[in-house]
């Protein structure tokens, strides 16, 4: 397409008798290009948006804009429904489009709600297998059978190097909630060399202002220690430095809750929600494409597959590492229960809220809300079996004449009750 200017200088040429040629050596335009311009009036100006046909004016336009509204204007999400369910929408069995055709259509169709977005990147990279950046999103969402939507907190991790992301729902962001999904993470996707979070409390604790070292909270401590990872950690919101979980968060929102919120009827609570983000994720964010250090494009599934290789998984993980944190109020008498042990804390924690970590293998720790250790101890394994989370000390055995009559008064009531 050539400039207005020119085409016009064209047309008045023709008009003033000028041949084809002497047009075409006066504007240094081909000979071809000046028959088209002359052949057809309008050849060159553009088209008007409100007047070009789309795949999607078929399309039911009230369905449409409300898919728009559930989806918060991703284009993304829009696209994949409108091929997954098209005749929901009243298009064909076969529809197809691209979220490309999606954004005209709107943008043509329906202005009003239309929003332009930006989409800030920065240069990251890593070693496969070097580190799992974490953070919390605190989002909107509305559930099933609810007037209004209610806040959820997730917790999410990604691989730095290949982009395999991990997502919790959880009802909190108190400690527990941190470690849960830390420990669940590396479980199930195994151990990188480091873990980058920012400057949380319930990760760190203070930081020297001197020299910019961190003080982490010894419970994080206490789960990184053991499978030898490395705890890093950065200011809040620096995408620069945790750029992969920044912009997987911002994903997480605009992508997969906003497919989740189209089903929100089918979502009536946490657990639910939970399942369908675990869908997303293997079905809509491990299958993106994305450009790697050589220039080319890769899936994440298969970015993982290869970075799986470099990651740890010890034979002892489910002893030494497999944490459960809950959050307790001590006693009266400044104590707790765990699993049929009481544990025994300073006077001044009376009434006071503490956070207890559990191993599988028995060892706990327990820390106050500001991070100082308050006590340290292990449950015994049968007690695991025997006893529940907060249950009381096992009472004292009787002796064996007791436990002779209440073997024989328990009997005679069992007789009595047949």
């Not at 997954?84 to 979220?99: A, H, K, M, N, V």
């Not at 099933?144 to 959880?170: D, L, M, N, P, Q």
């Amino acid at each position: 397409m050539i400039d207005v200017t020119i085409s016009q200088r064209i047309r008045h040429l023709a008009l003033t008798g000028m041949k084809i040629r002497q047009i075409a050596k006066e504007t240094g335009v081909a000979r071809n290009t000046v028959r088209q311009y002359l052949r057809e009036a309008t050849h060159g100006l553009k088209k008007s948006e409100g007047t070009r046909p789309f795949s999607l004016d078929k399309a039911n336009a009230q369905k449409l804009r409300e898919l728009f509204n559930s989806a918060n204007g991703n284009s993304v999400v829009i696209q994949r429904r409108l091929q997954r369910e098209p005749q929901s929408y009243g298009l064909e069995p076969d529809f197809t489009i691209s979220d490309r055709s999606v954004r005209r259509y709107f943008k043509a169709r329906h202005p009003d709600l239309s929003t332009e977005a930006v989409d800030p990147s920065f240069a990251f990279t890593t070693e496969p297998g070097a580190q799992l950046q974490i953070d919390f999103v605190e989002a909107r969402f509305q559930f099933a059978g609810k007037s209004r939507a209610e806040t959820v907190y997730i917790f999410e991790a990604v691989y730095a190097w290949s982009r395999k992301a991990y997502v919790r729902v959880c009802k909190d962001m108190t400690q527990a909630s941190w470690l849960l999904g830390i420990a669940d993470c590396l479980a199930r996707y195994g151990i990188p060399r480091q873990i980058l979070c920012d400057n949380d409390k319930s990760l760190v604790l203070s930081t020297d202002r001197a020299n910019g070292k961190p003080r982490f909270h010894p419970a994080f401590l206490w789960l990184c220690k053991p499978l030898g990872i490395l705890p890093i950690a950065c200011r809040p919101r620096r995408a620069k430095t945790k750029g992969r979980i920044e912009r997987f968060g911002r994903y997480l929102q605009e992508n997969g809750l906003a497919d989740c919120a189209i089903d929100r009827d089918k979502i009536p609570d946490r657990i639910h929600l939970q399942k369908a983000l675990d869908r997303w994720v293997e079905e809509v964010a491990d299958r993106r494409w994305v450009n790697i250090s050589d220039g080319h494009s890769r899936m994440i599934g298969d970015l993982y597959a290869e970075e799986k290789a470099l990651l740890s998984f010890p034979h002892q993980l489910r002893t030494t590492f497999d944490i459960t944190t809950w959050v307790t109020k001590a006693s009266k008498l400044a104590t707790v229960n765990v699993y049929g042990i009481t544990v025994q804390l300073p006077k001044d924690l009376v009434d006071k809220v503490v956070y207890v970590s559990l191993r599988a293998n028995g060892e706990i720790l327990i820390t106050t809300t500001g991070g100082a250790v308050v006590a340290q101890s292990v449950i015994p394994p049968e007690n695991l079996r025997e006893f529940s989370r907060d249950q009381a000390a096992a009472p004292k055995l009787l002796s064996p004449i007791r436990q002779m009559h209440h073997e024989k008064t328990l009997k005679e009531y069992e007789d009595i009750l047949d």
